[in-house]
């Protein structure tokens, strides 16, 4: 006989108190061959028809968050990384507001009907249940469990860290993690450190351990604790994605993620082609919907070279034409070519750098582009060292026509820097502490303007952007300088390139290993 856990109740229609709605029930099958149960069945609460009237929002760290920690411990001495797993944690969790919902009488087991005596709760066909304890698919179930967790860790001295979401440090040990959902993925100096999360942990809640920390959230993590390096991948992402979106294999080989017009030179200014292609029919906007929300993640944790035209396709996801479809097919057949991307990052002083860059009037409607390459390199001197995997890569169109170049550059540093600041604060939280971050860009008006080193006359334009990179300069968070546009790797990520600069920069984007 299965032990019950007290979660949900059988009750009579009229026992749902006034102004509470009840919501469907959802039969979910799944087979996930990362868990220890591959085969999984789970009833789900209909938690899009709840209107919890508190806080649903759970803090959970992102995927910058968990690559800044896979780099302090390849850049820590004596320091691994572990994996823990809580099991089924959103079930159990005590509700001081129950919820309410019902299910078809012809769905539940004839056992059960008899067990509960349930034909004398049936109303209208259905019965009603009211929910105690957290489940599946409650949209209060990620906080409400999380708050508890916290409770029961600052017991044994684990608390979150204050700006960070979803980063944990121990008062005294050297110990961090990072806590997505149930998945911990921890720092540790000490094996005995390790053991005391691990068994803090299992106090409360029954947790798979995966000391080798192979895997986290999905991402495959390949350990040389000897060369002090770490490899990301996700393999088979792209090969079953493709098989999702019934993509065929190319004829032939794509080495660029976008199309490239190669430019005429010595003749008269080119204008602009315009796209008089039929717009795309509802099927064609959902499926090109379905390719960018599936490949953004993908690019966002193990391949940065996807970024730009995933952020073009993601632009004209309203108003794309037969051009746009055309585009996001020679970029599936890129994916084809590149199916098993990976990241390495190497050991350093875990200082932030970042190269900015811009593309001034080369996307749609006279707009420009932004790139930035974040990574994790030595502490600044005066020579420019080769970047390590990146962290965070930016490719972004900026939201306003900018009237020069040097607008676009200052523009590409405002957003560069601004998303700095926050991976600042983590690096400070995990005990890095940063000196003024060094920007490098390739235009020496913005570098002018950042450092207060030109006279305002045209640039009164773009006081926001001018004024608010200076003051963080001033308060010694950056430190823009120029440098060759030949060694900034943002440039990477703001235009078209042709399949040559792909193949020679693809490797130093994503830091492979020299063979």
Same mark, same amino acid.
């Given at each position: ?43 789900? /609460? ?5 209107? %919890?009237? &508190?806080?649903?929002? !759970? $803090? ?5 968050? @968990? +690559? ?112 997505? /959902? ?5 720092? %540790?100096? &000490?094996?005995?450190? !390790? $053991? ?5 942990? @299992? +106090? ?312």
């Amino acid at each position: 006989r299965v032990e019950g856990t007290n979660t949900i109740f059988f009750i009579h229609h009229h026992e749902i108190p006034n102004g509470r709605t009840p919501v469907y029930a959802r039969i979910v099958v799944d087979i996930r061959p990362q868990k220890e149960e591959v085969e999984r069945t789970r009833i789900c /609460v209909g938690g899009n028809m709840i209107d %919890y009237p &508190g806080d649903v929002s !759970a $803090k959970v760290a992102d995927i910058a968050t @968990a +690559k800044i920690l896979f780099n302090s411990v390849i850049s820590t001495p004596d320091a691994k990384f572990m994996g823990i797993d809580i099991k089924n944690f959103y079930l159990g969790t005590p509700m001081a507001r129950y919820e309410y919902m019902f299910m078809p009488i012809d769905l539940i087991p004839q056992e059960i009907i008899e067990e509960y005596n349930l034909m004398d709760k049936v109303h209208n066909g259905k019965v009603f249940m009211e929910i105690r304890k957290g489940m599946y698919g409650l949209p209060q179930s990620g906080i409400i469990a999380q708050e508890l967790l916290t409770e029961r860790l600052a017991k044994h001295g684990y608390h979150p860290c204050r700006h960070t979401h979803g980063l944990w440090k121990h008062d005294t040990r050297p110990i961090t993690f990072t806590l997505v /959902v149930d998945d911990f993925g921890v720092k %540790y100096v &000490g094996r005995e450190h !390790a $053991k005391h999360l691990a068994d803090s942990i @299992a +106090k409360y809640y029954p947790i798979s351990i995966d000391w080798d920390g192979k895997l986290y959230c999905g991402i495959h993590l390949k350990w040389d604790y000897q060369r002090r390096t770490v490899n990301l991948s996700i393999p088979g992402y792209v090969t079953s994605a493709l098989h999702e979106f019934q993509h065929p294999e190319p004829k032939k080989p794509t080495h660029a993620p976008s199309h490239w017009n190669k430019p005429v030179y010595g003749r008269a200014p080119q204008l602009t082609s315009i796209d008089t292609t039929d717009t795309m029919t509802t099927s064609q906007t959902k499926l090109l919907q379905k390719v960018v929300g599936k490949f953004l993640f993908y690019g966002r944790a193990v391949d940065p070279t996807m970024l730009h035209i995933l952020s073009e396709l993601a632009s004209a996801q309203t108003k794309g034409t037969q051009q746009t479809m055309d585009a996001m097919t020679h970029f599936l057949n890129y994916c084809a070519t590149h199916p098993d991307a990976s990241i390495t990052y190497t050991a350093s002083d875990m200082i932030l750098h970042i190269h900015s860059d811009a593309s001034y009037l080369t996307a749609y409607r006279a707009h420009s582009r932004v790139g930035g390459h974040f990574y994790l390199g030595k502490i600044p001197d005066n020579t420019n060292p080769k970047p390590n995997g990146p962290i965070l890569a930016l490719a972004k169109i900026i939201d306003v026509v900018v009237a020069s170049a040097a607008e676009a550059e200052v523009g590409a540093l405002f957003y560069n820097c601004k998303a700095a600041v926050p991976l600042r604060t983590i690096l400070e939280e995990m005990g890095h502490i940063q000196p003024a971050t060094p920007v490098q860009v390739d235009n020496s008006t913005a570098v002018a303007i950042a450092n207060k080193q030109c006279k305002q006359v045209r640039s009164k334009a773009i006081d926001m952007r001018f004024y608010w990179i200076q003051d963080r300069v001033d308060q010694n968070q950056f430190h823009i300088f120029w440098a060759p546009g030949k060694g900034n790797y943002g440039d990477y990520y703001t235009k078209h390139h042709p399949i040559y600069h792909h193949q020679d920069e693809r490797p130093n984007i994503l830091n492979e290993p020299t063979r």
